[in-house]
């Protein structure tokens, strides 16, 4: 089974940049879809990006497209999250899941069924 554990959170000012890792464990990353959610205090976990198992394609959210980029080394059982242009608004704890070679509604996620414990992202204005 995959264990993922998110880092790379942290306090930044409105246009400054992040950059969010997941590594995973104790499994063949490589065969996983992987996604990065985040949830804002009293709000549902929402989808931000994700990167199929062969990291071929990605998808966003409206919101971050062109600000943020998703990207995965399966030689390092990692996917990336960096993140530009943050704004107030960003600000949430950020999760990163894996789904199994989904085929697709990758911005679904029920469709994950492995989290990290996730990391805080605050940006200030």
């Known amino acids: 089974q995959v264990q993922l554990v998110e880092s790379g959170g942290g306090l930044v000012q409105a246009g400054g940049s992040l950059r969010l890792s997941c590594t995973a464990s104790?499994?063949?990353?490589?065969?996983?879809?992987m996604g990065w959610f985040r949830q804002a205090p009293g709000k549902e976990r929402d989808f931000v990006a994700c990167?199929?198992?062969?990291?071929?394609?990605?998808y966003y959210a409206d919101s971050v497209k062109g600000r943020f980029t998703i990207s995965r080394d399966n030689a390092k059982n990692t996917v990336y999250l960096q993140m530009n242009g943050l704004k107030p608004e960003d600000t949430a704890v950020y999760y990163c899941?894996?789904?199994?070679?989904?085929?697709?509604?990758?911005?679904?996620?029920?469709?994950?069924?492995?989290w990290g414990q996730g990391t805080q992202v605050t940006v200030s204005s």
């Open positions: 104790g499994g063949t990353f490589s065969t996983y879809d």
């Open positions: 899941g894996a789904g199994y070679r989904l085929s697709g509604a990758w911005s679904l996620k029920q469709n994950y069924g492995i």
């Open positions: 990167i199929t198992w062969t990291g071929s394609s990605t």
